[in-house]
């Protein structure tokens, strides 16, 4: 013999659902903006290295403590290269902050 089983409930059901839903929600939110933030420190740092880096290279070659005057393309190459990193970041991050709807 087979008990019989309960009746569902399908307003208390849906209810459940749709809170659960929202919780899940709420959690990928929350975990997305904690990402976000953690890249975006990540990218500012970055940033902040290459920009140092660049400051550094053009005090230490005005200074003249270092002579490229055998590699004069190598100095052109690491300003133009470090630029494009900075302005390919720039872009991601502006791509991310506001997208096409």
Request: net charge neutral.
């Amino acid at each position: 013999m087979v008990p019989d089983k309960p009746p569902i409930d399908h307003e208390a059901l849906s209810k459940y659902l749709d809170l659960r839903w929202q919780e899940i929600e709420a959690s990928g939110r929350e975990d997305y903006f904690k990402l976000r933030k953690e890249w975006s420190t990540f990218l500012k740092r970055l940033l902040g290295v290459l920009v140092a880096f660049q400051i550094i290279l053009t005090i230490l070659i005005g200074m003249g403590w270092l002579d490229f005057l055998n590699y004069k393309w190598f100095i052109g190459m690491v300003v133009v290269e470090t630029f494009l990193q900075i302005a390919g970041m720039c872009f991601v991050v502006i791509w991310f902050l506001f997208p096409k709807k």
